[in-house]
């Protein structure tokens, strides 16, 4: 007689093989998701500084200075499409960006 399918004991061996598999992958993709959202909010956070940077050094203006996120993009310095990877959202215009000098390099926070 010509049986055809799986026994129990296949079917078995492939979700082992199945099941560890996934042990090893599921923490690297899990800590890769981390990673890129870590990377976003900074890239997120240097381009913004960078615009405030390149603010203050076209229109001459002295260290510390604090301007809104809304007066950099209706300057152009900020694309109107940027979003806040925290809240995926355009920030508002009352958020203020401030830079100063801190050992010789621009640092930038948010008030």
Known sequence: M??????LVELMGVL???GV?????VPTVTKTLKNSEEN???EYDNTVCLAVKS???IKREVYPFTISLGELRDEGYLST???NPETDSLDADSV??????SSGKA???YQ
């Open 21 to 25: 598999l996934l042990i090893f992958t």
């Open 96 to 101: 203020r960006v401030k830079i100063s000098m």
């Open 55 to 57: 603010y203050v050094e």
């Open 16 to 18: 082992v093989i199945l």
């Open 107 to 109: 640092v930038c926070t």
């Open 2 to 7: 010509n049986k055809r399918g799986f026994t």
């Open 81 to 83: 499409s940027l979003k």
């Open 40 to 42: 976003e909010k900074a």
